[in-house]
């Protein structure tokens, strides 16, 4: 297969990628404690993700901490639905288990080759505010969406933000396709698809 865009958005890649998965179940009791995993498994700057039970933190990942906003308090681990940490290059997945926790690291550019399937996918919010080099996303239903670095120009047709997932494709037995592994890799803008941020 040869790396290359589809007419629905969709592009074709191949690559090289490992996972580990080995980390056992984890006990996070204090935010302290989770700040401590991210940091002896994501030693790279990127982008955090949090799931939480009762609402969607996005914040930047620098220096082994999450950079929160203004004076946000860290949340408690235990409302941690799903987390990511990622950038360009890897992504370190967390997700509840039964009140505890399993994680699994992705590693592009080194591994097994694979194919995999990128996609932007548009995120809610059609208005912009810029605060604090924190940009406020909202709908006109009361969506809201807070980003940590600043966007300019944003409007409903031309420069939504989005945010890129690369889809990792498996094999069964019978030789059919489908996706086995997703991540999350950097936020773009408009029909560009230029990547914001930073990463």
Same mark, same amino acid.
Request: charged fraction near 30%; proline fraction near 2%.
């Given at each position: ?30 935010? !302290? ?36 906003? &203004? ?64 940009? !406020? ?25 989005? !945010?890129?997932?690369?889809?990792? !494709?498996?094999? &069964? ?19 560009? &698809? ?6």
């Amino acid at each position: 297969m040869e790396n290359g865009k589809t007419k629905n958005g969709l592009k074709l890649i191949q690559l090289k990628s490992s996972v580990k998965n080995d980390y056992g179940v984890k006990v996070f009791t204090e935010f !302290i404690e989770l700040e401590k995993f991210l940091a002896d498994n994501f030693s790279t700057n990127g982008f955090m993700i949090a799931y939480l039970d009762y609402k969607v933190i996005i914040r930047k990942y620098e220096n082994s901490k999450i950079v929160f906003w &203004n004076n946000e308090e860290p949340f408690s681990p235990e409302f941690i639905q799903k987390l990511r940490l990622f950038n360009d290059k890897r992504e370190l997945f967390i997700w509840r288990n039964e009140g505890k926790w399993k994680a699994k690291l992705r590693i592009d550019e080194e591994g097994e080759e694979v194919s995999t399937i990128e996609s932007n996918q548009v995120l809610f919010g059609t208005v912009g505010n810029i605060e604090n080099g924190f940009t !406020i996303l909202t709908e006109d239903r009361g969506t809201e969406i807070i980003l940590p670095f600043e966007i300019k120009g944003i409007d409903t047709k031309k420069n939504r933000v989005k !945010i890129k997932t690369r889809n990792y !494709i498996n094999y &069964n037995e019978l030789g059919q396709a489908g996706y086995g592994d997703c991540r999350f890799v950097e936020f773009t803008l408009g029909i560009e &698809n230029k990547t914001i941020g930073g990463n």
